[in-house]
């Protein structure tokens, strides 16, 4: 089953971390929301899964400049899209 992992949680928070690459699998992607957003940049984690994360969170968040560019950042119709893509969504907060 492909689930679309919905990450809004900080880097800080190395439990919702570590719980959710125990749940990743392959088929699965993560979205970055929120402060989500921060960890490509604080924290480079070694996800073997794709990672999107919403373009406004990450503007709001002045990341922009420093962002990862094998991160694709998307809008709320492609958030729309990956939703359907995927069977089902787990929100991580």
């Excluded at 699998?25 to 989500?36: N, S, V």
């Amino acid at each position: 089953m492909k689930i679309l992992h919905i990450l809004s949680a900080a880097p800080a928070r190395t439990d919702v971390l570590t719980a959710l690459q125990r749940m990743l699998g392959r088929a699965d992607a993560i979205l970055l929301t929120g402060d989500g957003v921060y960890l490509p940049v604080q924290q480079p984690a070694t996800f073997n899964v794709p990672l999107f994360a919403l373009e406004r969170d990450v503007r709001a968040r002045g990341l922009s400049a420093q962002w990862p560019a094998d991160v694709p950042l998307i809008d709320h119709p492609e958030y729309v899209d990956l939703c359907v893509r995927y069977e089902k969504s787990m929100n991580w907060s």
